[in-house]
Structure formats: structure tokens, C-alpha cells
């Protein structure tokens, strides 16, 4: 008889929850994904630690971080916005890292925590949604997935500028109080709220394609 104590039964803290699903051993593979940043090193778009914090800082309240962070708000607040988050992807290999990081997400939610999540959802889409039935405070949540994709953009200008551990670590301090200011505003943002002004970001994902030495897919 299985005695193991399954997800929705037990009394895990959100705070477990949230260490689980947006650490490293969460296996999504989001460090095959550079979101553009490798393309934008390579143009020497971002070149060095003030660079790269810029174009972070830029992504979080103007580019996908903005619109991601909204999309998950509205999906865990039960609207439907699958197909939107799709078509909001600035590019092909966009398009191909929201769908690969929501298919692992659903999967390993599916697999391991008791949940049936629907399959093939944009990934923050899955994670609002995910975050709802596990009852995981919207604000709270939207702060881990904003930290989560800030610390792994800042992972790959740390290996591929290069930069330093400390300069990374400086870089991520300096965003803690912008990520709680965004996540304060997303929560309560609505879809006419949605819209991008990343541009460069957007032509540097479209530039990852033609690249011919690639270490991410993106």
C-alpha cells in the first residue's frame, strides 16, 4: 500500500513549494535558454555588468518579464489566456521556449505532485495556474518566478560576457526590491495592461537563429 503522503494532502509551507518548483533541481531545463541574451552578447549589445543589469531591469518592467508576470497573474486568476501567451512570442525561438519550459513544468507537476494540469501550456500560464490550486499567495508567487528569470539571465551573461560571481550576485541584490515592486503591480494587471517595449531583445531572439556557434536553444 502506498503510504506516501501526496501533494494536495499535505501541509507543505508555500514557501517549500516555491524553493521546489523554481530551483535547479526542478528539471525544466531553463539553462538551455538564454531568452536572446546570448545573441545580444555576441552583437556586444551587453558587454559588461552595467549592460547586462540594464537589459535585465528593461526585460522586467518593459519586455517578457512584464508580460509573462501578467499572463500568469490572469491565469491564476482563472482566465483563459493559453493561445495569448503564444501569440505575444516576439519569435520563433520564443515561441519554442515558452512551449518546451511549460511542457516540462505541466510534466513534472503532472508526474510528481499530484496535480493533472492541462498539457501543453505556455509556461507561465502553467505556473499560474499550478500556483492557484496549490494555493501559493499571487504576489509571492509572481516574485519567485520574476527572481527565477533574472537569476538565470544573469547566469548566462556571468558565463558568456564573462563576469564574475560577485558581479552577478551584486547584480541580483539590485533587482530584489524591483521584482517586489513589479510583482505588486502585475498581481492586480489586467490583459488591456499587456504590452512590450523590448525591442532589442525581441531582434536579438530573432538573431539567435542565424547564429552559427549557438550554446543555448534561445
Same mark, same amino acid.
Not at 96 to 110: D, H, P, R, Y
Not at 143 to 160: E, P, R
Given at each position: 500500500?502506498? %503510504? ?12 517549500? &513549494?516555491?524553493?521546489?518548483? #523554481?530551483? +535547479? ?13 546570448? @545573441? @545580444? ?6 558587454? *559588461? ?12 518592467? /518593459?519586455?517578457?518579464?512584464? %508580460?509573462?508576470?501578467? =499572463? &500568469? ?8 489566456? /493559453?493561445?495569448?501567451? #503564444? @501569440?505575444? !512570442? ?5 515561441? %519554442?521556449?515558452? $512551449? ?5 513544468? !505541466?510534466? /513534472? ?8 494540469? *492541462?498539457?501543453?501550456? @505556455? ?13 501559493? +499567495? ?14 538565470? =539571465? ?8 564573462? =563576469? ?7 547584480? &541580483?541584490?539590485?533587482?530584489? +526590491? ?20 523590448? #525591442?532589442?531583445? *525581441? &531582434? ?6 542565424? $547564429?552559427? /556557434?549557438?550554446?543555448?536553444? %534561445?
Amino acid at each position: 500500500m502506498d %503510504t506516501s503522503i501526496k501533494p494536495e494532502q499535505s501541509t507543505f509551507d508555500y514557501h517549500q &513549494l516555491l524553493l521546489s518548483w #523554481f530551483s +535547479p533541481s526542478f528539471p525544466i531545463g531553463s539553462f538551455n535558454f538564454s531568452h536572446g541574451l546570448e @545573441a @545580444a552578447i555576441e552583437y556586444k549589445f551587453v558587454y *559588461d555588468k552595467i549592460t547586462l543589469e540594464e537589459w535585465i531591469k528593461h526585460l522586467i518592467i /518593459n519586455g517578457a518579464g512584464k %508580460t509573462d508576470s501578467i =499572463l &500568469l497573474a490572469n491565469s491564476y486568476e482563472g482566465k483563459y489566456v /493559453n493561445e495569448l501567451a #503564444f @501569440a505575444l !512570442c516576439a519569435s520563433k525561438e520564443r515561441w %519554442t521556449e515558452t $512551449l518546451n519550459l511549460g511542457k516540462a513544468f !505541466c510534466k /513534472n507537476i503532472n508526474d510528481n505532485w499530484n496535480y493533472k494540469i *492541462d498539457k501543453n501550456l @505556455a509556461y507561465p500560464v502553467a505556473v499560474g495556474k499550478a500556483g492557484k490550486y496549490f494555493k501559493i +499567495p499571487l504576489e509571492k508567487l509572481l516574485i519567485a518566478f520574476l527572481q527565477s528569470y533574472a537569476s538565470n =539571465l544573469i547566469n548566462v551573461g556571468i558565463k558568456h560576457i564573462p =563576469l564574475g560571481q560577485n558581479e552577478g550576485q551584486k547584480i &541580483l541584490i539590485n533587482f530584489l +526590491p524591483i521584482i517586489e515592486k513589479q510583482a505588486k503591480i502585475y498581481k492586480i494587471a489586467q490583459v488591456k495592461d499587456l504590452g512590450s517595449s523590448a #525591442f532589442l531583445s *525581441d &531582434l536579438s531572439s530573432m538573431y539567435h537563429e542565424t $547564429l552559427k /556557434n549557438r550554446i543555448y536553444q %534561445t
